[in-house]
């Protein structure tokens, strides 16, 4: 999978380096999402408190559910990044990842755990290993995060990766923060 989308990577946007779609922690391992976790992807968003803050609702069967990761595949992928599954000890916990859905755009950073696996410090340590890859890009000199201004777990996992706050706005689901991150920074951040 990662092969095949780097190297149709490759021949959309020449010049760019795409992203590692296998990354590693010592706790966890990210990969690309297939079919067979659509059965986790059910279970993740179904839970109303791991989607409060959120636009997304519970996915209403496994069609659904492979629809997502059929998107995943199509629109996210080829740009060499997109939201990837986080699993602890082999069984999902998560995902976390960087998207970006245009040429150009500054990637988002996106994470959603299970409740149970909320406050050990996965978002944070799954975050670091995607902005880490990240940045070794060429094409990402910055990214950004987005999270309601009412979630302060997610607003602490930003500032824990060193964001800082842009801009506050309104959106369809009420007041928002968005957060952002330059690559300058974060390679301070990791030699200290």
């Given at each position: 999978m990662a092969s095949r989308s780097s190297g149709c990577y490759a021949r959309l946007f020449p010049g760019l380096l795409p992203m590692s779609l296998h990354l590693s922690t010592p706790r966890l391992r990210l990969r690309p999402v297939t079919h067979a976790d659509a059965g986790f992807l059910i279970e993740l968003?179904?839970?109303p408190e791991v989607i409060r803050w959120v636009g997304d609702g519970p996915l209403a069967d496994i069609d659904a559910a492979l629809g997502v990761v059929d998107y995943l595949v199509s629109r996210?992928?080829?740009f060499g990044m997109g939201r990837l599954l986080v699993e602890e000890e082999g069984a999902p916990v998560g995902w976390c990842g960087?998207?970006?859905l245009l040429a150009g755009e500054v990637p988002d950073l996106g994470y959603r755990f299970l409740r149970g696996a909320w406050g050990r410090g996965l978002a944070?340590?799954?975050?670091?290993?995607?902005?880490?890859a990240g940045f070794g890009r060429e094409d990402v000199p910055e990214v950004r995060a987005e999270a309601d201004r009412r979630n302060p777990r997610s607003i602490r996992v930003m500032e824990r990766l060193g964001m800082r706050w842009h801009r506050d706005f309104v959106d369809e689901l009420g007041p928002?923060?968005?957060y952002r991150l330059d690559r300058d920074t974060w390679l301070r951040s990791r030699v200290d």
């Open positions: 968003n179904a839970d996210q992928y080829p960087l998207r970006r944070t340590e799954a975050a670091t290993a995607v902005l880490d928002a923060v968005e």
